[in-house]
């Protein structure tokens, strides 16, 4: 089967839609909130080409984790060296801020946390709250640099609060709405799937109907004539009519539920006809058969009604996988060759009759 | 003449079983004769040693297919002919893979019964339309390799040709098409599991010239196949 499940088709659909939301909202916070902040303080840093510099640095790499995410779940290589570039040009900048206002002027604390969203969002939740954490550590770490006080912890933690909390938000609300997503397709899915289950157990259910019937106007008339004695085992016509019939019984069991339009169904609806006549007909498959083309199996049924009209008494129909192809041949007593053509859409019949016995051949090949 | 070879049918259906009996008594050179019927393998376990040197084995008893049984028959000497409805090819393949001599469906039993019971009893291939039918469809990995011609003469078979036929076809004698087919069949008992059995038909086939021990290619796995295995050397096993 090469068909995608519909459970995978619609969960990834929403798992898209999700990444392309976080996408948008990393970019847009780097570029109005983190960028606004940037031009904002634009005098207070000791050099603003520097933090322009990182705010650049950071800005391809949210480029970047956009495209891995939107390619596909990135593996922990290229998700965590965006990560690090985000960690490292974030501490940079910090590090280059002016000691006294370094929180107040820090603009890529905020950024560096989205992009670690952005990249370990479909990644183990762990792995966030690790980044999340080295990068508040790692400013916190710039902050006691510079100076601790009473004054810049509180704001560095209500930043923490701020900043962190969101992401870290955002990052459950997108996990929750995934779980939620698969829990919808799973269940369409199955529903699916029983309305398929419906679907079959209809056809097969006709298939057996359709069986039942054959019987009913073939087998079941002739037991009883036997049973009540007015059909004769003794009468050479009796005994025709019972090797049609048990022919007839013994396909309709071994039948299956087949696929209408197959070349299968075909032969056996050929075979149906030339039993009305009284010739018993085997068919027998061998191996997988390949789909053939509607043109070249009206060349190989044309042959099978040929065959089956100028049969006396009995016919065997095979059909098995070859090399390439197929090659569906018939047994018959027809005491003489069947004006067949030679060639035909792909389609190379042989004859051969030998001690009033016809084997005819035609093979399909896919090549 | 020769002496009978003694049969038991194991087959939980009365009706086939009293059906095989008179396919075996109507056979005109009485070749064989029936010794026991029973409709379980139960009988056949606690005998302390084989009461018949053919068991006709039918694949479902009592609802159960006893597949799996036959190496345990096998075992305790015995000559296993499936006798069975389920047809498909699957099925045939586990059969003769257990070690069962031959496969004959329901449908076939008339004709081809009789004369597979006493192919078996000499350790004699004897390959049926159906089983021709589970080797042409046979995809495993591991199934033994058969030559263009070993592989032409079993379709025409299952086709449904007369050996003579499938010979005239050919351009090869009814003796060579016999050949080609026995040889499919000795490989196929040189594959897959061990068994008494299949080491006994083996070891016919290459007495009666069927096959040379060194064209009995023993499992070879595709990354053993890409390394050119030698083809000399023992039967396989």
């Known amino acids: ?367 | 003449m020769e002496q009978q070879v003694t049969v038991a049918i194991i087959e939980d259906h009365p009706v086939v079983t009293e059906g095989v009996a008179s396919w075996i008594r109507s056979d005109p050179g009485q070749r064989v004769r029936l010794v026991q019927t029973a409709r379980d393998l139960t009988g056949l376990r606690s005998a302390p040693r084989p009461s018949a040197d053919v068991v006709i084995l039918d694949l479902e008893l009592l609802g159960e297919l006893v597949t799996t049984q036959i190496p345990e028959l096998v075992a305790a000497g015995y000559r296993v002919v499936a006798f069975s409805g389920h047809s498909d090819p699957v099925i045939v393949m586990e059969t003769l893979d257990h070690g069962a001599h031959a496969y004959v469906s329901k449908d076939e039993g008339r004709d081809h019964l009789v004369e597979a019971v006493l192919a078996a009893a000499a350790d004699r291939p004897y390959v049926t339309r159906s089983q021709a039918r589970a080797i042409l469809a046979d995809r495993r990995p591991a199934r033994p390799e058969l030559s263009q011609q070993e592989r032409q003469a079993l379709l025409l078979w299952f086709q449904g040709m007369s050996k003579a036929s499938v010979g005239r076809r050919m351009s090869i004698s009814e003796n060579t098409v016999r050949q080609y087919i026995s040889r499919v069949r000795a490989k196929y008992a040189a594959s897959g599991r061990t068994a008494p059995s299949k080491d006994a038909l083996l070891a016919r086939a290459i007495e009666d010239g069927v096959i040379k021990p060194g064209e009995i290619m023993p499992y070879k796995s595709f990354a053993q196949a890409a390394a050119d295995y030698p083809s000399e050397g023992a039967p396989g096993r």
């Open chain 1, 1 to 367: 089967m090469t068909a995608v499940p519909p459970t995978t088709i619609m969960s990834g659909r929403y798992q898209r839609a999700f990444t392309i939301a976080v996408v948008v909202l990393v970019a847009g916070w780097h570029l109005a909130g983190a960028g606004g902040q940037l031009l904002d303080y634009r005098p207070a840093y000791g050099s603003f080409a520097f933090q322009g510099a990182m705010w650049l640095v950071m800005a391809l790499g949210i480029a970047a984790g956009s495209l891995l995410v939107l390619r596909g779940a990135p593996g922990w290589r290229p998700a965590w060296a965006v990560a690090v570039i985000a960690l490292a040009a974030s501490t940079a900048a910090a590090a280059a801020s002016p000691a006294a206002q370094m929180l107040a002027v820090n603009w890529a604390w905020g950024s560096a946390g989205w992009m670690g969203v952005l990249v370990l969002l479909h990644r183990r939740f762990a792995e966030l709250a690790w980044f999340l954490a080295a990068e508040a550590l790692a400013t916190l770490g710039v902050q006691v640099w510079d100076g601790l006080d009473r004054t810049n912890l509180a704001g560095f933690l209500a930043l923490l609060a701020w900043s962190t909390g969101a992401q870290v938000a955002v990052a459950a609300g997108v996990r929750a709405l995934d779980l939620a997503a698969g829990q919808a397709a799973a269940a369409a899915a199955s529903e699916h799937a029983a309305r398929e289950r419906a679907a079959t157990a209809e056809i097969i259910r006709a298939a057996r109907h359709a069986r039942w019937l054959a019987l009913q106007e073939g087998a079941v008339p002739l037991v009883a004539e036997l049973a009540v004695g007015t059909a004769d085992p003794g009468d050479a016509q009796v005994r025709i009519r019972c090797a049609v019939q048990a022919a007839r019984l013994r396909r309709l069991l071994a039948e299956g539920d087949e696929v209408p339009g197959s070349l299968v169904h075909e032969l056996h609806a050929s075979a149906d006809v030339a039993e009305r006549r009284g010739v018993a007909v085997e068919i027998e498959t061998a191996g997988a058969l390949p789909q053939v083309p509607g043109p070249a199996r009206r060349v190989i049924t044309d042959a099978a009604i040929a065959i089956l009209t100028a049969a006396r008494s009995q016919t065997r129909i095979t059909l098995a996988a070859v090399a390439a192809g197929i090659a569906v041949s018939f047994v018959a007593d027809t005491g003489a060759v069947v004006p067949l053509p030679a060639v035909g859409e792909g389609v190379a019949i042989e004859q051969q009759e030998d001690d009033g016995m016809l084997w005819a051949e035609a093979r399909w090949n896919s090549r």
